[in-house]
Structures are given as structure tokens and as C-alpha cells.
Nanobody, 115 residues
Framework: QVQLVESGGGLVKPGGSLRLSCDTS????????LTWYRQAAGKERELVATITTNEQINYVDSVKGRFTISRDNDKKATYLQMNDLKPEDTAAYYC?????????WGQGTQVTVSS
């Protein structure tokens, strides 16, 4: 059974940090490109960061220099370190694993940035 379980979300003040984790099971993790998406209330889902199987990394411009994506193939997990958080980062964050036409999604974790 495929599982992607995000954790690490919560309420944080502007300028604060959070580290999101996505723990997976049930598929060959090392074959998959991994992406973090987010969706704010009333808005479309947005790609935040991607790390490929050979560790090529891309970020949406709004998080460059603040967020860091990583993966651990031994632990079958991906992480999103988020620093200098802003109110506009408030959203549900989802991890996605994709290989060819196969993709899996987690259930999401809420990040709220507010004073």
C-alpha cells in the first residue's frame, strides 16, 4: 500500500522556520522525482520545489533563498526546510512523488504564518 505522510506543519510567526517531512512507503522511492506543492485557501495549487532522482532542484521564485528541499533515499523521505516564513506562505503543503505517468500524493499538512 502506497503511503505519503506529511508532518511538521503548524502555526509560526513571520520570520520563523518550519521543517516539513514526507515519509513514504509502498513504492520504489529512489525512482521518483519529488515535489512539494502548496494550496492556499481560494487559490490554485502551486509547485513550490522539486528534487529529481539525480538531485536536480528547482524552486518557485517566491521561495528561492528561503526554502530548501532535500531527499533521503535510505529513509524514503523528502523534506522541506522553510526559513524566514511570510504570511503569504500560509497554505496546505503536499508532497508528490512521480515516476513516468505514475504519481502519488500525500494528504497535506497545514502551515499558517501569522503574528
Amino acid at each position: 500500500q502506497v503511503q505519503l505522510v506529511e508532518s511538521g506543519g503548524g502555526l509560526v510567526k513571520p520570520g520563523g522556520s518550519l521543517r516539513l517531512s514526507c515519509d513514504t512507503s509502498g513504492f520504489t522511492f529512489k525512482w521518483y522525482d519529488l515535489t512539494w506543492y502548496r494550496q492556499a485557501a481560494g487559490k490554485e495549487r502551486e509547485l513550490v520545489a522539486t528534487i529529481t532522482t539525480n538531485e536536480q532542484i528547482n524552486y518557485v521564485d517566491s521561495v528561492k533563498g528561503r526554502f530548501t528541499i532535500s531527499r533521503d533515499n535510505d529513509k524514503k523521505a523528502t523534506y522541506l526546510q522553510m526559513n524566514d516564513l511570510k504570511p503569504e506562505d500560509t497554505a496546505a503543503y503536499y508532497c508528490n512523488a512521480r515516476w513516468r505517468r505514475i504519481e502519488y500524493w500525500g494528504q497535506g499538512t497545514q502551515v499558517t504564518v501569522s503574528s
